[in-house]
């Protein structure tokens, strides 16, 4: 009898621990300023996610509901502009949501050089699976200038998310 009860719940465990899936979404984004740049107050630029997840998840016949956890694991950034980014001080990206979620801080590069390209530093302990249930999705890149600058700004991003998917 104790055997098909330890035979039971080993298999009660197993069925209960189900299959995940792990696979990266690479988004491209531009973020643009509207206006001027203050010298050190943060200028935030922002870009709302709308289709990309939604393609994402058709393609493993899942939705929002079967997000297990996410993490932002590369983020480069780079501009065209004639300057690179030495009127900038300092770079943050959060990943915000609609309701009461909190903003979370997802990559920062301080100090930033005046390259036209960099690689950001991945925060690799946000876990951005709420983030990314959520109905409302935007990433919000924060720079800092180092002078006032009146010349909109404009740069891309390549950020690449693991996404861990339960059945």
């Known amino acids: 009898m104790k055997k098909i009860l330890y035979l039971f719940a080993g298999m009660l465990m197993f069925s209960a ?3 995940q ?3 990266n979404l690479t988004l491209d984004i531009t973020f643009r300023s509207e206006g001027p740049f203050f010298e050190s107050s943060p200028e935030s630029l922002q870009h709302q996610l709308t289709d990309e997840l939604t393609v ?4 493993h016949h899942a939705t929002e509901a079967n997000i297990e956890g996410v993490k932002l694991i590369s983020a480069g950034f780079s501009t065209t502009d004639s300057t690179g980014f030495a009127d900038f001080g300092s ?3 959060n990943m915000m949501a609609g309701g009461d979620s909190k903003a979370k801080e997802i990559a920062v590069q301080n100090p930033m050089s005046a390259q036209n390209t960099f690689s950001a530093q991945p925060a690799g ?3 951005l699976a ?3 249930k959520s109905k409302e999705k935007f990433l919000v890149c924060d720079l800092t200038p180092k002078k006032d600058r009146e010349v909109p700004f404009e740069l891309k991003a390549r950020l ?3 996404f861990t998917l339960k059945d």
Do not use: I
């Open 17 to 19: 621990c189900g299959k």
């Open 21 to 23: 899936t792990k696979d």
């Open 56 to 59: 994402f998840l058709k393609k």
């Open 91 to 93: 770079l943050t990206l």
């Open 125 to 127: 302990d946000a876990d």
């Open 130 to 132: 709420e983030h990314f």
């Open 160 to 162: 690449t998310f693991e």
